[in-house]
């Protein structure tokens, strides 16, 4: 038996054989849940001992508590199609990933003295956020589409029972072409794909940097401000990113699809003539783009075997029993695409990292000390090769900031324990491995900047003084950052989704942005205040992020 999928809407067929089917289910969030459906003789809600909690022959609600095991039964009516639309009432906007537990504050605070000062560096330890079924996957090689790669797989992975987080950027090729995340069950019965939370941005305003594909991704409406631009900086911010600053989320709810042996469906893009049951996914399908510059972002889950390819192709003819796997292209025709990636890693996407302050009376104002511990080979390109393995040894770096999405072989302050992998194959069909303890297929220090990965800061201050305090974080970036700003139980924070921008022309200063984030709290006397920054490099930027906090 197939472990439990999630308590959502699904689309699925009945056999010729059966009037009844039955899913086992686990519920994502304590909610009333409004059930919609029509052509079905009745729906049944069971818990976990088979016992029925909900009975009806039309749509209804029902109030079910996160993490609960329950039975979605579900008799014929007058169609052989099931089309049950699953609402969570109160989470209308489904988050892509739900944040870890704070830190302990009672255990922290049991010590407090006066006449001490209690400050210590922060203990920054960015982790990739890591279990059994994690998979992130990244398309960004070639960078620049061609002919050479139409009707390829330019990534293909087994996904059998994973948590997949695909992304991809890329330069259109100039005619026009589909773009399709393909998913194949490989095993010898029905599998069942749930798709999340998506954004795919072919053109329009702001595709440089993906402007509505994050604000469909994370169901927040971003917006970036630009009040304080002047004249040449707005003209500037419109020939380089031209965000429309108007898009909406499509507030999209997770879906599942049964999916039949040998047959497979596009979880983002592709073509509904091949698609199983011609399944359309957030109407993203059937989408032909030529030109630009596109973007994309899926999370899906996968109970059952599966492979997922990334194609794109002209005609769906061209990918019909198709199994190219192009991999990581260095070198075609004069063009060196060896600096950007594709692949996997056995991770989930997403950089937790926790940051504690407690301070009192007698902490000075200061820009607040950090200590962690990177890891890098202080002679890295002695003898380079392709794909050679680095000597990597500990630092320990003691500093006021700290920074993020960068290789610390070559940015010595980068934490680096963030970096992602690129797992693929290279052109002479070897395995090969490309991340901040590998070289790439130059010899050259791999350019990996985490781009369109999630992170989340977690912060804590606690203020063990008699008098308020000023806190100010600072994060600064050399392209664009999507923040989100969550409440200590993972609650978006209101007016909180924003883009930051940051455009630096040495050849014209006076239309250079700086657009940093700054968030600025008070913490009251004898209090802790906790809060979650939640954020992502927006691909195309050039890379890292330094973090500041500062006290006053």
Known sequence: MLNAMRFSSIKDFFTKKFDFTEYIMKVPYTDTYEVKFKGLKKVEIRNAIHKVIKSSTSSFTIDLKKGDSIFLSIFRGKTNKINIKVTPLHNKATMPYEPLEMVNVRSLNKNAKRDVDPLKPAIIQATKRSDYDGLYINCNNPEKLTADDMGKALSRVDISYKKVFFTFEHNNYDQPFYYGYQVKNTSNEAIYVTVLN??????????????????????????????????????????????????????????TYRIPKGKYIYVMGGTTADSYKHINVFKSADKLV???????????????????????YQDPKQIKDNNTHQGYVVNRNGHDYGSQYVGYDNCHGVVDTMITYMFNDLTKSQDLPVEYVNYYDDNPLENPYPYKELNSTPHTQKRTNWVTHINPQG??????????????????????????????????LANIGNWMMDYMD??????????????????????????????????????????????????????????????????KPHSSLQFILEYNLLANSCGYVTHKVTLK
Request: charged content about 25%; aromatic content about 14%; hydrophobic content about 30%.
């Open 458 to 523: 977690y912060f804590t201050f606690i203020n063990q003084g008699e008098k308020e305090r000023t806190v100010t974080i600072n994060m600064r970036n050399t392209g664009s950052l999507c923040v989100l700003r969550r409440n200590k139980k993972g609650k978006l924070i209101k007016n909180s989704p924003m883009f930051t921008i940051m455009h630096n022309d040495k050849d014209d200063p006076e239309g250079s942005i700086n657009n940093d984030f700054t968030y600025t709290v008070k913490v």
């Open 198 to 255: 998506m954004g795919f941005q072919l053109d329009g305003q702001g595709c440089w940097l993906g402007e509505k594909e994050w604000v469909d991704f994370y169901n927040a409406n971003f917006r970036y401000d630009p009040k304080n631009f002047t004249e040449k900086q707005k003209q500037k911010f419109k020939d380089y990113f031209n965000f429309s600053n108007n898009y909406k989320t499509k507030k999209y709810q997770p879906i």
């Open 290 to 312: 030529s030109g630009g510059c596109s973007n994309g972002a899926v999370l899906f889950e996968v109970l059952g075997e599966a492979e997922g390819s990334f194609f794109v």
């Open 411 to 444: 940015c010595h302050e980068g934490v680096g324990t963030d970096m992602t992998k690129y797992y693929t194959i290279n052109d002479k069909n070897e395995v090969i491995c490309i991340d901040a303890d590998h070289l790439d297929g130059h010899g050259r």
